[in-house]
T-cell receptor
């Protein structure tokens, strides 16, 4: 399968803990996006990388959130001091030189 | 604020019927309008997309109609099948930039 992969698929954590998610984009896709989706809503943009450069961060991304894409390949999204409001599906998408964004299966985060 | 408004929130259609989902946008800079299909527990999958230089695009049983002057676009699912039961999201972007999604429409196709 050469699609976008995300790990873990599910994460349950206690409030105040740190969590890290990983996204492996489609090979050679230079653009990588993170979105957050809550129940019954459409995905909301969080941040965007072109190669290894993080070009934009949404105001939804508080200072507890950090994302990296070392060497322009896989990306990680870390949430520090998790809160119950962080519970959501975190989606990663990648794209090449077209508009089409291909989404991964997501990581479902539950903060207890 | 939501840049793309989608309706209805949900719809039920009989097998073989037509499902119609509508979206409206405000930002006239948007130039790419995709529709995504999402099944429970899965990520969104691109279904069909259109650019504002055409008024209609058809792929199989799925058709996008686009009205630039009204800033509206819609998805028609012809001959709806039980396997089409899913949540559908319209979206819009400026080129290869971030997507702004609608809130989604849950479609249920009754056999």
């Amino acid at each position: 399968d050469t699609g976008v992969s995300q790990n873990p698929r599910h994460k349950i954590t206690k409030r105040g803990q740190n969590v890290t998610f990983r996204c492996d984009p489609i090979s050679e896709h230079n653009r990588l996006y993170w979105y957050r989706q809550t129940l019954g809503q459409g995905p909301e943009f969080l941040t965007y990388f072109q190669n290894e450069a993080q070009l934009e961060k949404s105001r939804l991304l508080s200072d507890r959130f950090s994302a990296e894409r070392p060497k322009g390949s896989f990306s990680t999204l870390e949430i520090q001091r998790t809160e119950q409001g962080d519970s959501a599906m975190y989606l990663c998408a990648s794209a090449l030189s077209t508009d089409t964004q291909y989404f991964g299966p997501g990581t479902r985060l539950t903060v207890l | 604020q939501q840049q793309v408004k989608q309706s209805p929130q949900s719809l039920i259609v009989q097998k073989g019927g037509i499902s119609i989902i509508n979206c409206a946008y405000e930002n006239t800079a948007f130039d790419y309008f995709p529709w995504y299909q999402q099944f429970p527990g899965k990520g969104p999958a691109l279904l069909i997309a259109i650019r504002p230089d055409v008024s209609e695009k058809k792929e199989g049983r799925f058709t996008i109609s686009f009205n630039k002057s009204a800033k509206q676009f819609s998805l028609h699912i012809m001959d709806s099948q039980p396997g089409d039961s899913a949540t559908y999201f319209c979206a819009a972007s400026i080129g290869d930039y971030k997507l702004s999604f609608g809130a989604g429409t849950t479609v249920t196709v009754r056999a």
